[in-house]
């Protein structure tokens, strides 16, 4: 094992020494010199950890779209290195983030609770990832769970898994605004209000990339529930 910081190259260079293909999530600010340690290693392949809003037409402008896609563009420019993207849209483990309301109060503050997407379990990500280390490169359309669901049936999901009754209470725009930014900065709260905006008008999907990948359909947001149960109680 290496530690290995991706803002410093230098640091990368034991960790990618001797390595062909490596699964990556590029930190922003370091994607040139991840790129020439990369190179300078002689690894063959990255399997980059990219966004689905990259291909998701009324993403387009997100804030955090674009630096996907700048991260992306920049790896895209890199000569003698295969870079392959994978592109999940909406994470399973983002939900993550109510486990604090639910365990404290059982109640969590949504905006737009009926809101449908089609969150993602991380194991299929893994899955994708692990094909695509082994040779498929037609990996990189969009990866969604099964199913779309509301945001407010996701929370009865994670209910059910741990048997409690919770209660959704639905925020203004200015209060999920207030709360978020809690957590992250101004230009990452309007991005992930504006992608709870777009999924409110119907525009997030569910497709099959995951199935014509593994050959399997994708886990869905119920395995995930049960999965975690335990980060919730």
Do not use: C
């Not at 809690?182 to 999907?205: H, I, R, T, Y």
Request: hydrophobic residues 45%; negative net charge.
């Amino acid at each position: 094992m290496f530690a290995a910081d991706l803002t410093d190259p230098a640091s990368l260079t034991a960790a990618f020494e001797g390595v062909g293909h490596v699964f990556l999530y590029a930190n922003h600010d370091g994607v040139a010199g991840v790129i020439e340690a990369a190179k300078r290693a002689g690894v063959e392949k990255i399997v980059l950890m990219s966004s689905g809003s990259i291909i998701h037409p009324t993403s387009a402008g997100n804030a955090i779209t674009e630096e996907h896609r700048e991260i992306e563009d920049a790896f895209a420019a890199a000569t003698d290195l295969t870079v392959v993207p994978i592109r999940p849209l909406v994470l399973a483990t983002n939900t993550l983030g109510w486990a604090w309301p639910i365990k404290a109060a059982g109640t969590v503050p949504l905006y737009k609770p009926d809101a449908v997407t089609a969150p993602i379990h991380e194991k299929d990500i893994a899955a994708v990832a692990v094909a695509a280390l082994l040779g498929d490169e037609n990996v990189s359309g969009m990866l969604t769970g099964p199913d779309r669901i509301s945001q407010r049936d996701q929370v009865a999901a994670i209910g059910a898994a741990i048997g409690r009754d919770l209660a959704v209470v639905e925020q203004t725009r200015e209060e999920a605004s207030t709360n978020l930014s809690k957590f992250m900065p101004e230009s990452e709260v309007e991005a992930v209000l504006q992608f709870l905006d777009d999924a409110d008008a119907g525009n997030s999907p569910a497709t099959n990339t995951v199935r014509d990948v593994l050959g399997r359909v994708p886990l869905g947001f119920d395995v995930w529930a049960v999965d975690h149960a335990r980060d919730f109680s």
